[in-house]
């Protein structure tokens, strides 16, 4: 069974960082793109990183040069660096993968980011 387990959320001032966490077990972890995507309160969960099997980031517009999704296949874990850190990126965090043509998710992590 795929689980997923996020962790490092916190509060934070605007233009602090902060790291995310995030425990996979239940897949060939090496083998799966993993995503990290975020819900503010009153909207639409959006996409913010993802890193594929080799390595390969993309980056939501709004985050690009900013956030960093790196991943450690020895401890199964995806990795979010979040920098410059701003209001509007207040929001719950969740790590995300498909696994035989099913999505899983964590329970999310909150980030809250003080003006």
């Known amino acids: 069974q795929v689980h997923l387990v996020e962790s490092g959320g916190g509060l934070v001032q605007a233009g602090e960082s902060l790291r995310l966490s995030c425990a996979a077990s239940?897949?060939?972890?090496?083998?799966?793109?993993m995503k990290w995507h975020r819900q503010a309160p009153g909207m639409q969960r959006e996409l913010v990183a993802s890193i594929s099997s080799n390595s390969s980031a993309d980056y939501a517009d709004v985050v690009k040069g900013r956030f960093t999704i790196s991943r450690d296949n020895v401890w199964n874990r995806v990795y979010l660096q979040m920098s410059s850190l701003k209001p509007e990126d207040t929001a719950v965090y969740y790590c995300n993968t498909r696994h035989r043509g099913s999505e899983f998710w964590g329970r999310g992590t909150q980030v809250t980011v003080a003006s």
């Open positions: 239940g897949i060939n972890f090496r083998l799966y793109t």
